[in-house]
């Protein structure tokens, strides 16, 4: 069993060349898995997501991927992905099923995100942003450094980061330095 809420939260200094193998790895089982299921022409795209998708930023020691599928496939494929691979999948809503993974010793949230849905933009244009102001990552550091401090739960620890995550999408929707193939979100669920 693999819960979000098991592991500490506990921030480690930026390892971003080996969170990108991480990523690439997890990347690679999930399409040969999707492949095998014939699932794979459902997928539109897989993005390495979260703090560990932004060189210097210090994160949990858990690697994110956002895989947006078709609309319709988000339950076929969260399916697969639990069975195939292991791990505990939640049904957070139609559009966006988490599953929880460990391989290795190695930590990883699959989230699989319906194309419409816009979660997976919103972890986008985070990260992006985060990448292009380097002013903007240094406060996020501190942000999750004192959520850390103060918290040992993950949904209080998610929700503070909440404010700064709305503004990072003002940001995107307001500086002309960063540019994206769709509409940024106005909110962050």
Do not use: C
Not at 15 to 24: C, G
Not at 36 to 61: C, Q, Y
Not at 79 to 91: C, K, M, V
Not at 166 to 187: G, H, Y
Request: proline share 4%.
């Amino acid at each position: 069993m693999v819960s979000p809420n098991e592991d500490p939260i506990e921030l480690v200094p930026s390892r971003h060349d080996a969170w990108r193998e991480r990523f690439d790895a997890e990347r690679e089982r999930v399409t040969d898995a999707l492949r095998d299921a014939a699932l794979e022409s459902a997928v539109d795209r897989i993005e390495h997501v979260g703090s560990t998708a932004v060189p210097g930023l210090a994160a949990k020691d858990i690697v994110d991927l956002d895989i947006v599928v078709a609309d319709d496939a988000v339950d076929a494929i969260s399916r697969t992905l639990e069975s195939e691979l292991g791990g505990d999948r939640h049904e957070n809503s139609d559009e966006w099923h988490p599953v929880f993974r460990r391989e290795n010793g190695r930590r990883f949230n699959d989230h699989v995100f319906a194309a419409s849905d816009d979660g997976w933009k919103v972890s986008v244009v985070t990260r992006d942003v985060l990448v292009a102001r380097p002013e903007l990552r240094s406060e996020y550091e501190a942000l999750k450094r004192d959520l850390a401090a103060e918290h040992d739960d993950l949904v209080a620890y998610s929700t503070g980061k909440t404010a700064f995550v709305e503004r990072v999408l003002e940001v995107a929707r307001t500086d002309d330095t960063v540019s994206f193939e769709f509409s940024v979100p106005t909110v962050h669920r």
